[in-house]
């Protein structure tokens, strides 16, 4: 017997990754570890039926993303078809080659948003972290001729152990780059973030001071630069509501086709992905098993079943889950209601106060990672 | 600060409406949101373009409802000036 459902809403958001390939190799990266290679990209035409179907499904934006989206050639074109089905386009891109020298185009193929990650503020650590050299010099021109073009810019940063003093010189590089939005994330940690874990655990009191500096500058800069804060979650009391719920509001399609709840999804093994080769987005958002596993509440036990906040957080994150208490329908060890709770909490402190790792660049090829 | 009578309000780069015929409304598009517009906050942006001031859409709203303009000046500039925080309005 199930409880009556509430009719299912039609999802705000796709996640397009275009492509795994990327120029930089951040230990952060939220591709997953086993990343897809070129040939089993999915071509042209199977993108832009992707992109027809989320349109009459009632998808609002398409973030064009990857790995690096512009390193597809065909980048123009998909976010023209995107712009004639009437969605919203974002480019979340790395501002590194071939970015650039593709911007023009994609400005006038209907881009309407661009979001540009940064590493830290300083050249030399933004460099290390990227796993590049002068790929910081690249993204500050990228910036410029974002806002020279008129388009929109929000700067992304992930935030971790190896920048966290760099809040706010962040938040400074921003205002100078006329970015209107700034997102400061702390590190999620899933797949290479999980690997590089004991690399990017920050110091709580590090974590107090940096989320005091972006409160301090929403004040100071309110009309100027919007800042999104993601906080980290091994410090929290309670999850975040991941993805806004399972299966809510937004669809992963990864470079070869598979849809997924969330881009880290495919680190839970029961779960089974329906591809568009096989199946419309529509009916893989309806129907697909992995879509329905967390969707809503009925999957939850103890304690989200009977929390009040159970239709806030819908439970947390299922891949945080997994990995941290082994079941993904177990509820989020970021809850304090969690009985791996205060293992993790440990768990971060320790790390976060031990000599820190050298980083495991994402690669291709694990073994070569570091 | 909010919107003076003579202050011309426009929707900057990267924010615009979308009639979604899924939802059946209008929506606000911005980066990474997305706002549904009742019936007045449409009728509101929809006259705002970038050329005419407040006042001139205040009188244009009195005029199609047949109100006087000091009725429905309050409600409009709370509106602009509820987006405006929400940085998808600016002056």
Redesign the interface.
């Known amino acids: 017997m199930s409880a009556e459902r509430p009719p299912l809403a039609?999802p705000?958001g796709l996640l397009a990754e275009l492509t795994h390939r990327c120029p930089l190799r951040c230990p952060y990266c939220s591709n997953p570890v086993e990343l897809e290679r070129r040939h089993g990209e999915l071509d042209t035409a199977s993108w832009q039926r992707v992109f027809d179907q989320a349109a009459?499904?009632?998808v609002?934006?398409v973030h064009l993303s990857g790995g690096e989206p512009t390193a597809r050639a065909d980048i123009a074109p998909l976010t023209g078809h995107c712009a004639r089905a009437?969605l919203?386009t974002?480019l979340i891109t790395s501002g590194v080659a071939p970015a650039g020298r593709r911007l023009p185009a994609l400005a006038d193929a209907g881009l309407?948003?661009v979001?540009l990650s940064l590493q830290a503020a300083d050249a030399a650590c933004a460099d290390r972290i990227a796993g590049r050299a002068g790929a910081h010099a690249e993204k500050l021109a990228f910036a410029a001729a974002v806002t020279q073009l008129?388009?929109?810019l929000?700067l992304n940063a992930v935030i971790h152990r190896g920048n966290i003093g760099e809040v706010e010189a962040l938040i400074a590089l921003a205002v100078e780059l006329g970015a209107?939005?700034l997102e400061i994330a702390h590190a999620q940690y899933y797949g290479w973030a999980l690997a590089n874990r004991a690399a990017l655990m920050p110091r709580r009191e590090d974590v107090s001071r940096s989320v005091a500096a972006v409160e301090a500058a929403r004040r100071r800069l309110?009309?100027t630069l919007?800042i999104?804060l993601v906080v980290p979650d091994y410090f929290a009391r309670h999850p975040k509501a991941c993805m806004g719920g399972w299966g809510r509001r937004l669809l992963n399609v990864t470079p070869s086709g598979e849809v997924m709840p969330c881009h880290a999804a495919a680190t839970i093994p029961e779960l089974t992905f329906w591809s568009v080769h096989d199946h419309s987005l529509g009916d893989i958002w309806r129907r697909s098993p992995a879509f329905e596993a967390f969707r809503g509440t009925g999957w939850m036990r103890e304690p989200c079943r009977s929390c009040d906040r159970r239709e806030q957080d819908w439970g947390g994150c299922r891949c945080q889950a997994l990995a941290l208490a082994g079941d993904a329908a177990a509820t989020d060890p970021a809850c304090v209601k969690s009985h791996d709770h205060d293992r993790v909490a440990a768990l971060a402190l320790a790390e976060a106060s031990a000599q820190m790792p050298p980083y495991h660049y994402r690669s291709f090829d694990r073994r070569s990672g570091a | 600060m909010t919107f003076a009578d003579t202050d011309v309000p426009h929707l900057p780069a990267g924010v615009r409406l979308k009639s979604d015929a899924v939802r059946g409304t209008v929506m606000l598009l911005a980066p990474e949101r997305a706002f549904t517009l009742n019936p007045v906050a449409v009728k509101v942006l929809g006259l705002v373009d970038g050329e005419r001031s407040v006042g001139a859409i205040v009188a244009a709203l009195a005029q199609e409802f047949n109100a006087p303009p000091e009725a429905i000046a309050a409600d409009v500039i709370e509106l602009l000036d509820e987006l405006a925080r929400k940085r998808v309005v600016e002056r």
């Open positions: 039609p705000i009459q499904l009632g609002l934006h009437g919203y974002n309407d948003h979001q008129g388009l929109p929000t209107r939005r309110a009309g919007v999104d």
